[in-house]
């Protein structure tokens, strides 16, 4: 029995440069908006809604880029925090109990936002300022 497909078997095969032809019903209102965004612009109505989706696409890949490299930065913000508090607490450094509180609040408060980006069951694996809290032998004023 041959395998059901979404085209007829002597349709070849579309490259990723070939034009498809895409029927779109679109209302009345927006069509117009797009048509005079195209005359603005000196396109066509058929390339102004090409130009628009490759755009909005482009975004959405730029957005996503964006978001994922905010959350990397995040991390790697908590691990230095953390890595400093560490170091602070187990060294004969002199710190006043403002400066130790200050350190921990900046770590508290960026751990606070990266999990409010990245949600708190994706962020599980996220390095927190209790784990450097705990390792360092300064106890909190």
């Not at 209302?27 to 130009?51: F, Q, T």
């Not at 628009?52 to 978001?67: G, N, P, W």
């Not at 900046?106 to 694996?125: I, K, M, P, T, Y």
Request: hydrophobic residues 40%; positive net charge.
């Amino acid at each position: 029995m041959p395998k059901a497909t979404s085209r007829p078997h002597w349709v070849p095969k579309r490259k990723s440069t070939d034009m498809a032809q895409v029927g779109l019903r679109l209302p009345e209102r927006l069509r117009k908006m797009v048509d005079a965004e195209a005359r603005k612009g000196g396109r066509s109505l058929n390339a102004e809604l090409v130009r628009r989706l490759e755009q909005s696409f482009a975004q959405q890949v730029t957005e996503d880029t964006i978001k994922a490299t905010s959350i990397e930065t995040g991390r790697i913000v908590i691990l230095v925090l953390n890595n400093l508090i560490r170091a602070v607490g187990k060294s004969d450094l002199v710190v006043t109990d403002d400066q130790w509180r200050s350190l921990v609040a900046h770590a508290e408060v960026a751990e606070d936002q990266l999990r409010a980006q990245v949600g708190d069951a994706e962020n599980q694996s996220a390095p927190t300022t209790e784990t450097a809290r705990d390792t360092g032998d300064r106890a909190l004023p």
